[in-house]
């Protein structure tokens, strides 16, 4: 495969390969745990419509991303940030991007309106792989793996990122992210 591609683990993005039609299609998910017990990661290009306000209980107005981060639980709230700094508790999967901290710290300062919100991106659900599944699909060429960028998962916008993604990866990616979504209709 091309040069590009690396080895999964926790702070990688999987990119789905263009043939997948399921709830996966066009999907580029940022990876938090991958371990012998499964791995985890949440869809970071498919919006939810409605604001955090209106679908977290008691949150202040605050103007960050919402995703559907997967199939699984999705009444489960998670977020990635890179405001490690002033959110404590937060796991840096990977150079400064944080998953999780202290919420009631998060509340309090999007309330004061000292967070900025393109800092955040906030999940409803997630994507989860039972022990060894992932490897399967990968051995099947379901995903692409390449490394995150916290520009490319925070600033670019959601319906971009996934042929920006295989286009920076260069070679036979740059072919891919130009294929039509629906390739009988050519």
């Given at each position: 495969m091309g040069h590009k591609e690396s080895k999964i683990d926790a702070g990688k993005?999987?990119?789905?390969?263009?043939?997948?039609?399921d709830f996966f299609s066009?999907?580029?998910i940022f990876m938090t745990e991958y371990n012998e017990n499964g791995s985890l990661g949440f869809v970071i290009n498919r919006p939810?419509?409605?604001k955090l306000?209106?679908?977290?209980?008691?949150?202040?107005?605050?103007?960050?991303?919402?995703?559907?981060?997967?199939?699984?639980?999705?009444?489960i709230?998670?977020?990635?940030?890179?405001a490690?700094?002033?959110?404590?508790?937060?796991?840096?999967?990977?150079?400064?991007?944080?998953?999780?901290?202290n919420f009631n710290t998060l509340k309090l300062l999007a309330e004061s309106g000292s967070l900025n919100p393109s800092d955040f991106i906030f999940f409803l659900g997630y994507s989860g792989w039972?022990?060894?599944?992932?490897?399967?699909?990968?051995?099947?060429?379901?995903w692409i793996v390449t490394e995150s960028e916290a520009e490319l998962i925070f600033d670019l916008e959601?319906?971009?990122?996934?042929?920006?993604t295989l286009k920076r990866m260069g070679g036979e990616y740059n072919t891919i992210a130009s294929f039509p979504v629906d390739p009988s209709v050519n």
């Open positions: 993005i999987l990119i789905s390969a263009p043939h997948l039609s066009r999907t580029v939810v419509e409605g306000s209106e679908l977290i209980e008691d949150f202040p107005e605050f103007d960050a991303r919402v995703m559907l981060g997967g199939p699984v639980e999705t009444e709230v998670n977020f990635i940030h890179r490690g700094d002033i959110i404590e508790g937060g796991l840096e999967i990977c150079d400064g991007i944080f998953w999780g901290g039972s022990a060894g599944q992932l490897d399967d699909e990968l051995q099947e060429n379901t959601p319906d971009k990122i996934w042929a920006e």
